[in-house]
């Protein structure tokens, strides 16, 4: 067992977790923020993806332990009130029919725009694509998920 | 009406996704609640010997260890396939036992044998790691051909040679006479690779028992919630009907997989009565990949026979399908009734015969995904047809169109009718949308970079609409498909509908309100669908095989006419008109060219209040229906599909990829067209990608995703989306469905532009990168391009 604390969307909270406990399982389990979901058991599906310190994680990859003093942003956390632009994007677009990639989608989507924004790049549809390969959806084809995101690219 | 049919309203459901609140059954938490881990066999086919639990029973956090023999002990009955199938011989299917945890002989790796019960989900897995199970292992049947070859071990002892029926549909000697006089004669053997379904979330069950009320409560990833309670009840004796109730609340994807009633469902019930808590299992991704009812794995022979005008005369096909260890609820009725009676395709075929073989093997049961037989059918019918065109040198274009139905309807000679179409309509407009004309261009084009660049065509049919319940019923089915609805107008006007269809991704809360909204004049977002809970909606049948839009839509509209039958007479009192003088609009009930009108809201009002009715009226505003299709439906299309394979490698990329679907009538062109995309996404993944290999052993090779391989956002390119619809002739709003079209179409389009493009018509899915480089050496185009 061991204390962590962090800050999570903006509230600070601290728990003891034993060492093996993953950030993931912190998060929906002991917190009970359940919008982070789990879809495979081998890092690659994506649907846990939060933002660690401001870059997108794979919740499922990290020990919480190793949290410890960070900033984390689940998809519950990501808008002031309204809704983040890259979740009206996936609303205007139709990037979502089942919903359970889509917070997955969205943090990771929200963390690409962040980084090719502060590189001076341009996210076109072939970087979106490429740049997704750690998120899996069975539902949408991508094709409005690619939509959404350069959506949200242009008001972001 | 700007929110109602053909609008494309953005979704009603999106909010609680976007922002993280949706609420799947894995986020659900009972008070003191504890967790199952499953003990599975690690072989494919053995005897149990013995189990031991007194290690793991004295494990920390540990409640209970549970096995098959106490199971059947308490009277939990076997899993059972709900449709009936004969063989030619009149002899039914040879239904093997299955109990939900094995009790003498294990047959599949994955197959349960035992459950603990514990504290937390580490320490109920630490000690299912701990249950000793010892077991005689026996000869495996991996596959197709091993479970028919001679001398292969008996998977069940009542189904000799693995044998579970021989059947056939159609007029054999009438297909052989017209192929024997056929000018030209395609044959082929084609493979229908074995799939898993892979919905994002994975299945999860969450069992609580109430014993003061003996009553028992579950929370299910389940596509069709009463069908699962039926089943539990009836057929495995869980729980009487009225003590059970089963609520799936957002599920995350099912394409068929979450059809099915899995002995996990079973077990959680079973041990929460067992041990008087609440019992969550949620399945790990290599367990999905262990447990979920795989789809396809059809092995073919077929011949399609052409007069010497390109007329096809006659089509014979003999399949054999692997149904994986024990036969899955709907198994039985996927090689047959969703399969063999499409092989007439979009062609006027006078002479059909089918064949088809099932068998068992050592591997996870298979059934209905994503297209169900539709797929397979579609697959074996354009690969032939595209074949034939290469092989007697004509246009594959204008080889279907010589050959598709123009009149309708058409009687199939494998029993569909089609009531509607225009099936080269779909296809000029494709091969507008995607340059047919232009393609030599990009193909010279394309060889200048040294790509090879290929076109192909499938023109695919599906039926839908599942299906009259009397006709399924004389084919063998143990349930009626109707579907079921009640409207609810409230003494405020907001209207609450309850529907037996299930929506898990589909945008129901939408579309099903868009229908409600332009029937009777009010906003959308008074509109509640209420779905999923077996507490709070009658019985229903849930969604599967396309069904929500042409039978679960349509039990809306027939409750929605009761209601506006009551709502007219109300209103016509209140005013003192005739009801048949009345428009529904603006939230009114008005007098055309009049100002006389009441608010919608008013009328509800009446109707609860009842100080002023007509005489003899009941009060309230409420009707339920209960609809029965007459017909299934036949939605098709034509795609096309363009790719560039790099001749050094064999990776081929899908360049382009165009859809011209009719569906009928379309409530939410942008959601039908989101259902195109997804299906569009898995059949490429078919076609290129996916495959669900078992070693000889029985050992699954590709149980992760680290060895599956899902298409992923640049396996595919974004898609053209295009409609050319009819109306469909047998149902209210003329609806056809459109949830697994995508799927159906596209791995026939995308191997014949493989197939095109490398010259080397001899390849099977998924057409992986190796594949394709050993059919381009094979071939020599390879070299002729560069």
């Excluded at chain 1, 406990?21 to 939060?50: A, F, M, N, P």
């Amino acid at each position: 067992m061991s204390t962590v604390s962090m800050t999570v969307n903006g509230k600070a909270v601290s728990a003891d977790v034993e060492d093996r406990t993953l950030l993931v399982d912190y998060i929906r389990e002991h917190l009970r923020l359940t919008g982070t979901h789990v879809g495979c058991d081998t890092s690659q599906c994506g649907t846990c993806v939060i933002h660690v310190d401001g870059k997108a994680v794979k919740s499922c990859s990290m020990l919480a332990a190793a949290a410890e003093g960070a900033e984390v942003t689940t998809i519950e956390g990501v808008a002031n009130g309204d809704l983040h632009p890259m979740q009206r994007a996936f609303n205007d677009n139709h990037g979502l029919q089942c919903g359970f990639c889509t917070p997955g989608m969205i943090m990771s989507g929200i963390d690409m725009v962040n980084r090719y924004k502060a590189e001076g790049r341009t996210l076109d549809e072939a970087a979106i694509r490429h740049e997704l390969e750690g998120n899996i959806c069975r539902c949408t084809g991508y094709h409005n998920i690619v939509k959404s995101i350069a959506q949200a690219a242009s008001e972001m | 009406m700007s929110e109602g049919i053909g609008a494309p309203v953005k979704r009603k459901e999106d909010k609680r996704f976007i922002t993280g609140k949706g609420k799947y059954t894995d986020d659900i938490r009972m008070e003191n609640q504890t967790y199952a881990a499953f003990v599975r066999s690690p072989h494919a086919h053995a005897e149990i010997k013995g189990i031991e639990t007194s290690a793991a029973e004295g494990m920390s956090g540990v409640i209970a260890v549970l096995d098959g023999a106490q199971l059947t002990g308490d009277g939990i009955g076997n899993l059972i396939c709900g449709w009936a199938i004969s063989s030619k011989d009149g002899s039914p299917m040879n239904m093997g036992a299955w109990s939900a945890l094995a009790t003498e002989r294990v047959r599949y790796v994955g197959d349960a044998v035992a459950v603990v019960i514990a504290e937390s989900k580490d320490e109920a897995q630490a000690a299912a790691e701990a249950v000793e199970v010892s077991y005689n292992e026996l000869p495996v049947a991996a596959n197709i051909a091993a479970a028919l070859a001679e001398g292969a071990p008996e998977i069940h002892e009542n189904a000799p040679g693995n044998v579970i029926y021989d059947w056939e549909l159609g007029d054999g000697d009438a297909a052989e006479a017209a192929l024997a006089g056929a000018a030209h004669v395609t044959e082929m053997d084609i493979t229908n690779n074995r799939l898993a379904p892979n919905a994002m979330e994975p299945r999860s069950a969450v069992a609580t028992y109430d014993d003061a009320e003996d009553h028992y409560t579950l929370y299910s990833t389940s596509q069709n919630p009463h069908v699962a309670r039926l089943v539990l009840s009836a057929f495995y004796q869980v729980a009487p009907e009225h003590k059970l109730r089963v609520i799936a609340p957002d599920v995350g994807g099912g394409f068929g997989s979450k059809i099915y009633i899995y002995p996990e469902e079973i077990v959680c019930l079973w041990a929460s009565m067992k041990t008087r808590r609440s019992v969550k299992w949620t399945a790990e991704r290599t367990e999905s990949f262990l447990t979920d009812a795989h789809g396809r794995d059809h092995v073919t022979k077929a011949r399609m026979g052409f007069d010497a005008d390109g007329r096809i005369v006659g089509f014979k096909v003999s399949t054999r399908a692997n149904f994986g260890a024990y036969m899955s609820l709907f198994s039985s009725a996927v090689p047959t009734y969703l399969y063999a009676t499409l092989l007439s395709g979009t062609y006027d075929i006078p002479a059909i015969h089918c064949e088809v073989l099932a068998c068992y093997t050592n591997t996870v049961p298979v059934d209905a995904y994503r297209g169900a037989g539709r797929p397979e059918a579609s697959f074996v019918v354009e690969r032939l047809v595209e074949t034939a065109a290469r092989e007697m040198g004509k246009d594959p274009a204008e080889l279907r169109r010589v050959n598709f139905v123009k009149e309708f309807p058409y009687q199939t000679q494998v029993t569909m009718n089609y009531d509607s179409g225009d099936f080269e309509g779909n296809m000029n407009q494709a091969m507008e949308a995607a340059d047919w004309s232009g393609f030599a261009v990009r193909k010279a084009e394309a060889a200048n970079r040294g790509k090879l660049r290929g076109i192909g065509m499938a023109c695919y049919i599906e039926a839908c609409g599942i299906a009259p319940s009397a006709a399924v019923g004389s084919l063998g089915a143990g349930v009626g498909l109707w579907e079921s609805a009640e409207v609810r107008v409230n003494p405020v006007g907001t209207i609450e509908v309850l529907t037996g269809s299930h929506s898990h991704g589909q945008g129901h809360e939408t579309t099903f309100a868009q229908v409600v909204a332009e029937r009777f004049g009010v906003p959308l977002d008074s509109i509640q669908i209420v779905h999923g809970d077996t507490d709070k909606v009658q019985f229903g049948m849930g969604t599967y095989g396309s069904r929500s839009g042409p039978v679960g839509i349509s039990a809306i509209v027939k409750a929605c006419d009761k209601v506006e039958v009551k709502v007219r007479k109300i209103a016509a009192h209140l005013l003192e008109r005739n009801p048949d003088e009345l428009v529904m609009e603006d939230s009114q009930v008005k007098v055309p060219g009049t100002n006389k009108a009441l608010g919608w809201h008013e009328v509800g009002l009446a109707a609860y209040t009842a100080h002023n009715l007509p005489a003899g009226m009941e009060p309230g505003l409420k009707e339920g229906a209960f609809y029965d299709p007459e017909n299934f439906t036949f939605p098709m299309g034509c795609f096309i599909a363009e790719v560039e394979i790099d001749p050094g490698t064999g990776k081929t990329d899908v360049v382009k990829f165009v859809a011209s679907d009719d569906f009928g009538v379309i409530i939410n062109p942008m959601i039908v067209e989101g259902q195109v995309h997804g299906g569009i996404a898995q059949g490429v993944g078919q076609a290129l990608l996916e495959e669900m290999v078992y070693d000889d052993g029985g050992q699954p090779v590709s149980g992760s995703y680290m060895d599956y391989t899902m298409p992923r956002a640049e396996d595919v390119p974004s898609f053209v989306v295009e409609h050319h619809n009819t109306r469909c002739a047998t149902n209210p709003l003329g609806i056809k469905g459109c949830g697994e079209a995508g799927a159906i179409g596209s791995p026939p389009a995308v191997i014949n532009a493989i197939t095109d493009a490398i010259g080397n018509n001899d390849i099977s899915m998924p057409a992986t990168s190796a594949k394709v480089w050993a059919a381009i050496q094979a071939s020599g185009t390879g070299i002729a391009a560069e």
